[in-house]
């Protein structure tokens, strides 16, 4: 029970297959204590549910593009939570029309909307979060993949957001540091998640993985969700403004 008295928030739940319901899952079992946030309506009742599930009665609204609300959910998070140990940032967004055509026709709106959802907003949380860690610091943790470094077919403007996002949590490791607080990515291997439903290339991307990583397959979400408690975890506390792949290896081949 590595995180017995821990406690902390969860960005990015949708439902039970999201990426965060797993890092949640695995922060749970270890003892800690945990809120979430929920985009809007929509999925409201999903997360309320996974609250419930693990022994969690605290759900706040955040849509990410919204200032106010990022301000609110950290002053109502101070209320109940006193002080945090941990941010799960697992949140990422573009117009679905710019993962279709080709890279070089995303709009100046396309391109700001998903830098602003998928890369600025780890920056806007990290800042309402860094003040609640106590004086022995804290960990905040974001989602990436692959995309950010290579082409993958249809990431297009995602992976250059997944970029920026990767070069953010070196810098915000290099500023928060010196308060104890560690800033580190997972970049986890494709998941059937709803982020990844209705993408064309997805399943064919699903059937590559399995002849080349090195693990011969695909990286299951409870695995991404280990890998999360434990950067989360005091086990990390060397651990800053690191990517961690969790993708059974596939990054280090060449071809
Ligand atoms: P998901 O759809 O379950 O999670 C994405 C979350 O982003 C959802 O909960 C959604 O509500 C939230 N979101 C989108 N716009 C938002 C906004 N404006 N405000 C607040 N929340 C918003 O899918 P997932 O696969 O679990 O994605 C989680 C993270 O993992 C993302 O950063 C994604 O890029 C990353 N990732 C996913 C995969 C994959 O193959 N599924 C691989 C590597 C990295
Ligand atoms: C997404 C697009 C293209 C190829 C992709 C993905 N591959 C994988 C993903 C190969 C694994 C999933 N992924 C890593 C993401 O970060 C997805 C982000 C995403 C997905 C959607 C779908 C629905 C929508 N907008 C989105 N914005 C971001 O409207």
């Known amino acids: 029970m590595i995180m017995q008295g821990k406690q902390g928030l969860i960005c990015g739940v949708a439902n039970k297959r999201s990426i965060a319901h797993a890092i949640a899952k695995s922060l749970h079992r270890e003892g800690a204590e945990l809120a979430f946030t929920y985009q809007g309506d929509a999925v409201k009742k999903n997360v309320q549910e996974i609250a419930d599930d693990l022994g969690s009665d605290l759900l706040f609204k955040c849509d990410v593009t919204k200032d106010d609300d990022i301000k609110k959910l950290f002053h109502d998070l101070k ?11 697992s949140v990422a967004f573009a117009d679905k029309e710019d993962l279709k055509k080709d890279f070089h026709r995303t709009s100046r709106h396309g391109f700001t ?3 602003d959802i998928s890369a600025y907003s780890l920056i806007a949380i990290a800042n309402e979060a860094y003040p609640l860690m106590h004086l ?5 943790l974001t989602l990436s993949y692959y995309g950010a470094e290579k082409v993958i077919p249809g990431y297009n403007v995602m992976g250059v957001a997944k970029a920026s996002l990767e070069a953010s949590v070196r810098y915000l490791a290099a500023d928060l540091g010196h308060r104890q607080v560690r800033v580190n990515a997972i970049s986890a291997g494709p998941v059937n998640t709803l982020a990844a439903r209705g993408i064309s290339g997805f399943t064919k991307i699903l059937d590559i993985i399995p002849e080349k990583a090195p693990l011969r397959r695909n990286v299951e979400v409870d695995e991404v969700g280990d890998a999360g408690l434990f950067l989360c975890s005091p086990w990390a506390t060397g651990i800053t403004g690191e990517t961690l792949y969790v993708d059974c290896g596939y990054h280090v081949i060449g071809m």
């Not at 209320?79 to 940032?89: A, G, L, N």
């Not at 022995?136 to 905040?140: D, F, Q, S, T, V």
């Open 79 to 89: 209320h109940y939570m006193h002080h945090i140990d941990f941010v799960v940032h």
């Open 113 to 115: 909307l998903a830098h």
């Open 136 to 140: 022995h610091g804290g960990a905040i």
